[in-house]
């Protein structure tokens, strides 16, 4: 058995002058439950807006994944805390009902709101996603300090 104390990971690979690493912060619930991507039904009929809501009060963070018109996904990122303003971030990950799929974003808050800061990050199509993760997506949210 080993007694040596642990080394820090950053002693052990100590980055270059001016890149910093985050801190992952999770929240009660990382994960959303999934939705179901609205199919296009009758033709004369639009489809209905796809969109995936998801928040932490723990964390102070909100973010809403929506389709544009051109049918890109976006994703909006919300922070009620101010002093993450240019120094932390938002992982959002899009998950689906294949394991072996998944794809993410870091979503820099750079944007400066009345109450926090914010950013935005565009995650693709959603034919894209729906192809690579199937017909319901969910988000997985992690804040990096």
Same mark, same amino acid.
């Given at each position: ?22 801190? %992952? @912060?999770?929240?009660a ?5 999934? =939705?179901? $991507?609205? /199919? +296009? ?8 807006? %796809? @969109? ?8 102070? =963070?909100? $973010?809403? /994944? +929506? ?17 993450l ?36 990050a ?9 192809k ?14």
């Amino acid at each position: 058995m080993n007694h040596d104390p642990r080394k820090a990971l950053d002693a052990l690979f100590p980055m270059p002058a001016g890149i910093r690493v985050h801190a %992952f @912060k999770f929240g009660a619930n990382p994960i959303s439950p999934l =939705v179901p $991507v609205p /199919v +296009q039904g009758d033709s004369s009929e639009p489809r209905p807006e %796809f @969109k995936i809501c998801w928040d932490d009060q723990q964390l102070g =963070v909100t $973010v809403l /994944v +929506q389709e544009r018109e051109d049918g890109h996904l976006i994703a909006n990122a919300f922070c009620t805390n101010a002093n993450l303003l240019n120094k932390g971030a938002v992982s959002v990950g899009l998950i689906g009902t294949g394991i072996d799929h998944r794809s993410a974003k870091v979503i820099p808050l750079v944007v400066p709101e009345k109450t926090g800061c914010s950013g935005s990050a565009d995650l693709g199509p959603l034919s894209g996603a729906v192809k690579e993760l199937g017909t319901q997506l969910g988000v997985v949210v992690i804040l990096l300090v």
